[in-house]
């Protein structure tokens, strides 16, 4: 597909970088022949539970000398103008030219991937991040890419996928300290490059509808702490650390039925994902003193329609940032460690 007709202006990069720590056709061809069942269909029914994981392995294993030439790197791979490229995150971008559904990859390393990407996804979720990327980029493996950095099965490896909204990674946790892998963005334009306020389709509004919960519970004091006027720069969701000075009303001073709501948020945010990097996420939070040690913001600047049905705010702690940038269209970008004093860059 010609890439560019999907592509728009505040989509072209925005890098992010933290810095921490075939199968052969023949062989496929005869496995089928003789009924044999196709490595993917194997790996997923012998392999542990982290699954992903093991199917990253095997098609890590079928790849040739030149796809892994290609798509494979060194853990700490640097590249000459991206920086550490394991880590890197953008709203739009290429962590490698090949298209998973173009001629680099076989009909069964393909399915992989997509085994991978729904093993990453809670089920539930599949259908919606599907339709995310017909409309964004003409659906899944038509304008994404990936990346294995590490040997898979060792004790570091990982997948990066991107494209247009979406950098996604399976780790099996073996990225210390950080959760998803490292930092993710995910983001939808389900109706066109500028959304209305009510984002019509958009399968993550309902995040900043579970925001805009907690800021009608709020009084008037609480309002005029946690409104911000000018939105901080997309890409900047480095962590500030302990020292603090988050912007927006500290979760510590809300009441307990305010607190139950930015609760509720935090699980909507996590929950497209698989139960172990939910788990993985909650635990880094909770490794930083939870929830009240967060402040929530939403941001005057961006909001579609002046409706104070706010399309902009942030959910920040220490080590904690999940950004929800609603205008023109939804930008979400989280990064999440156990702890700050895992350097960045951001």
Known sequence: MNRDKRDCP???GLPLSVTRREFIRTTTAAAVAVGAAPLWAIAKDTGPAGQPETLVKSLYDSMNEEQKKTVCFAWDHKDKDRGLLRTRIAN???ITEPQINGDFYTKDQQMMVRKIYEGIIQPDWHSRIDKQLEDDAGGFGNDQNIAI??????????LVMTGRHMTLRCDGNTTEHMAF???????HAASGFNES?????NVFWPQA???NEVYK?????QRKQALVEKLPNEQSVGFRGTSGGFPGLSVSDMSSDQKDLVQKTLQKLIEPYRQSDRDEALACLKAQGGLDKCSLAFYREGNIGDDEKWDCWRLEGPSFVWYFRGSPHVHVWANVSASPDVATNA
């Open 10 to 12: 505040d989509c072209l």
């Open 149 to 158: 950095f590490g040997t898979p099965g060792s004790d570091k490896f990982e």
């Open 197 to 201: 306020a009510d984002h019509p389709g």
């Open 217 to 221: 519970m709020l009084d008037e004091k």
């Open 209 to 211: 509808l579970a925001a």
């Open 181 to 187: 892998g490292g930092p993710i963005f995910y983001g």
């Open 92 to 94: 739009n971008w290429h």
